[in-house]
């Protein structure tokens, strides 16, 4: 197995397993991803996903050992390579990234929510130098979320980005130690599991769907998405608040003690 699922309470983690290929993904490893991710979306008691790489790299991108030599067999309008690209699961998944998360292990990193990385974490489009083109997401999402001077930059001349770098940039959300990826991308996972779930997912969709969106209709799906929570959860949560429950900003998952 390359891809391995494993559980943490509300919580699914999502490991590539290739370490003697610095996690490349493949063929078979890519099916194998999208066959996690599909588990958790239909997991009822999975929450939140966070995807990593086993040892000291998150993922090298595609393993450019299976191309075909003439790159006859890639079709643009059939499945992406990476499988999941242009997947958007309804629950929000957490990249854990030690060490390097380049070229295509860059699009998995982009692919996500939120990046937790450590204080090793190297980004960079090193497929720049092959003639490896980003197919699976990065030259859409890389500027969606750090923009576009910064992602023409990575684009261009495929040089890396640190952890310190990217952090300013908010390509990193969270920069821990050496070796603290997981663990720190786990507790945050379970934090965001710990919220009124409805709610939590109908803001996540509405800020996705907005994009490509005339402001009408992106501020039209906002409100239609809040019928839901506004009708269970919030009326659930202001009662909470006003019995007493949230004061001096703590706060429990309703059915914690």
């Not at 000291?56 to 059939?78: M, Q, V």
């Not at 242009?86 to 990249?95: E, G, Q």
């Not at 720049?128 to 699976?136: A, E, M, Q, S």
């Not at 800020?207 to 009408?216: C, D, N, T, Y």
Request: aromatic content about 6%; proline content about 5%; glycine content about 12%.
């Amino acid at each position: 197995m390359t891809v391995h699922l494993t559980s943490h309470g509300p919580v699914r983690v999502v490991t590539i397993d290739r370490p003697e290929v610095r996690n490349a993904v493949d063929a078979q490893t890519a099916a194998s991803l999208l066959e996690a991710v599909s588990v958790v979306e239909s997991d009822d008691e999975a929450l939140v996903g966070v995807l990593t790489g086993t040892g000291d790299t998150f993922c090298s991108g595609w393993d450019l050992r299976t191309i075909d030599a003439t790159g006859a067999d890639y079709d643009p309008k059939g499945e992406p390579a990476l499988r999941i690209s242009r997947l958007t699961p309804s629950k929000p998944f957490i990249a854990a990234i030690e060490g390097h998360a380049v070229a295509g292990g860059l699009e998995l990193a982009l692919w996500c929510d939120l990046r937790v990385v450590s204080e090793t974490a190297v980004f960079g489009v090193f497929c720049r130098r092959w003639g490896v083109p980003l197919i699976d997401g990065g030259t859409v999402r890389l500027p969606r979320i750090v923009g576009h001077g910064r992602a023409i930059d990575m684009i261009l001349t495929g040089r890396p980005v640190a952890a310190t770098e990217a952090l300013e940039w908010g390509l990193a959300n969270r920069v821990v130690g050496a070796g603290q990826a997981l663990g720190a991308a786990v507790a945050l996972a379970e934090q965001i599991a710990s919220f009124p779930q409805v709610c939590m997912r109908a803001d996540r969709a509405s800020a996705i769907s907005q994009w490509g969106l005339p402001l009408e209709d992106a501020l039209s799906g906002e409100a239609h998405g809040g019928v839901a929570p506004l009708t269970g959860e919030a009326v659930a949560g202001a009662a909470r608040f006003v019995a007493g429950a949230g004061r001096g900003g703590s706060f429990e998952r309703p059915g914690t003690s």
